[in-house]
């Protein structure tokens, strides 16, 4: 399910959206606007009034898809909203079921299905953004390919052959195994892998796995 971070200085406000938006099903983090987190998230709720710098300010923190919230409903601001690239722009007070469903509205427009998460990876396919502990990582092509892949077919055991064939073949880029173990061994140790996500089945070849621990 997606993620969702929620910017907002009023405690309980910010406690009501989080409980309703756990409900159905979101995962939510919050911050009151001395946090300054950036978690790999689909959507922020962001409040324009907060203390320290304002959602406007704040609003090229992010890079995910942004909802403005505040209690300033002049054209002006709106305007402005919409100008730093907000998705929608939502005035208090405001009920939270239709909030929930602009928010849904916002998440199939992204389809947030784009963007991988597990444990403290999470990989966005269109902006070939890798994030590992929220930390950016940087991959080759090769490596980026071999990713999402191995994404697209977790869980299943990869030949040797078969992993030549739709990373580098493809390309009519024809080599050998000694390329593809040390273009693995380079996207383990850029994952911190150690073993964990990319694992070896000795004799055929590998698979990427959920269940480590």
């Not at 890079?63 to 709106?78: D, G, L, Q, R, V």
């Not at 947030?112 to 991959?139: P, Q, S």
């Not at 173990?181 to 000795?202: E, H, P, Y």
Request: glycine share 6%; aromatic share 10%; proline share 2%.
């Amino acid at each position: 399910m997606s993620r969702i971070l929620v910017v907002e200085d009023d405690k309980m406000l910010s406690d009501g959206m989080a409980y309703a938006l756990k409900k159905e099903g979101f995962t939510v983090f919050q911050d009151d606007g001395t946090k300054s987190l950036d978690h790999p998230v689909d959507l922020v709720l962001l409040d324009v009034n907060l203390p320290i710098k304002s959602g406007f300010d704040r609003a090229g923190d992010y890079k995910s898809p942004i909802i403005f919230i505040t209690a300033n409903n002049k054209e002006a601001e709106m305007l402005r909203g919409f100008s730093l690239g907000c998705e929608d722009y939502v005035t208090k007070p405001f009920s939270i079921a239709v909030l929930i469903e602009k928010v849904k509205v916002v998440l199939r427009r992204h389809n947030h299905k784009e963007t991988y998460f597990h444990k403290n990876l999470a990989y966005n396919r269109l902006k070939k953004e890798l994030l590992v502990d929220g930390l950016e990582i940087k991959l080759t092509k090769k490596e980026y390919k071999l990713l999402e892949y191995f994404i697209d077919h977790k869980e299943q055991v990869l030949t040797k052959d078969l992993l030549l064939e739709h990373i580098w073949d493809i390309d009519g880029d024809f080599v050998g195994e000694g390329t593809l173990n040390v273009t693995i061994n380079r996207l383990r140790k850029k994952l911190d892998d150690k073993g964990a996500w990319i694992q070896t089945v000795f004799g055929i070849g590998y698979k990427w796995s959920e269940n480590h621990v």
